[in-house]
């Protein structure tokens, strides 16, 4: 069965400090992969998602992530947090030709000191 | 639209009582997703439905568990008897037909569930 594995469990950081969290998956497959971001007390909403095309992509908010398939990864940057950022993030992949139900991640915390 | 609609918001009960979490998925979705969300497990798929079915219920940790989707429009996650353990934030979530061959999830807001 696949997996998803964020390393950082727990990240913080100064406002205007830059971010990258981890994300590596175990499926060689074809994958779709996703971030998710949870803000305190609220839901899990979609971050960014890539399907094909450029590994390269843009999110809401400044967020981006970049896909590299030889190192099985989808980590997502911010060159520039701001306290607003203080959530939690998901990565996730679903299976091409699996069962499209995507996996998640632990989840990274990530809090933003202004 | 009014996105996933979950209630309770929370819910305080005590051991051994019957809890029933609700959730209305976003109309035209036909997969609709159980997950619990705890601090030691993180983010668990407990069981989903398609147009109505349950496809994998194999996330759902015992008997205790049982989820049902009578009709598109609606769906509920009983806990019977509830047990400490089962405190957790459980969360709703539905999506379309596959997007290029993946699901993306619309969340609810979550039902934080303590069982005393």
């Known amino acids: 069965a696949q997996s998803v594995s964020q390393h950082n469990h727990h990240v913080i950081l100064s406002e205007a400090a830059s971010l990258e969290l981890g994300c590596n998956y175990s499926?060689?497959?074809?994958?779709?992969l996703f971030w998710y971001v949870q803000y305190p007390g609220q839901h899990l909403q979609l971050l960014l998602k890539?399907?094909?095309?450029?590994?390269l992509v843009k999110g809401i908010k400044g967020f981006e992530a970049e896909f590299i398939k030889s190192k099985f990864s989808f980590n997502l940057r911010k060159p520039s947090v701001q306290w607003s950022d203080t959530a939690e993030y998901f990565c996730?992949?679903?299976?091409?030709?699996?069962?499209?139900?995507?996996?998640f991640g632990r989840g990274t915390s990530l809090i933003v000191h202004p | 639209d009014a996105g996933v609609i979950q209630s309770p918001r929370h819910e305080v009960t005590e051991m051994g009582q019957e809890v029933t979490l609700r959730c209305k998925p976003i109309?035209?979705?036909?997969?609709l997703f159980w997950y619990r969300q705890t601090m030691m497990r993180g983010l668990e798929l407990l069981i989903y439905?398609?147009?109505?079915?349950?496809?994998?219920d194999s996330g759902m940790p015992e008997d205790r568990f049982s989820a049902k989707m009578p009709n598109a429009s609606f769906s509920t996650l009983k806990i019977q008897p509830s047990e400490p353990r089962d405190s957790a934030v459980y969360f709703c979530?539905?999506?379309?037909?596959?997007?290029?061959?993946?699901?993306?999830?619309?969340f609810g807001a979550g039902s934080r569930l303590t069982v005393l």
């Open positions: 979530a539905s999506s379309p037909d596959r997007v290029r061959g993946a699901n993306v999830l619309t």
């Open positions: 499926y060689g497959g074809t994958v779709n």
């Open positions: 890539y399907f094909s095309g450029d590994p």
């Open positions: 996730a992949v679903t299976l091409s030709g699996g069962s499209y139900i995507p996996t």
């Open positions: 109309s035209g979705h036909d997969y």
């Open positions: 439905f398609n147009n109505n079915v349950p496809i994998d």
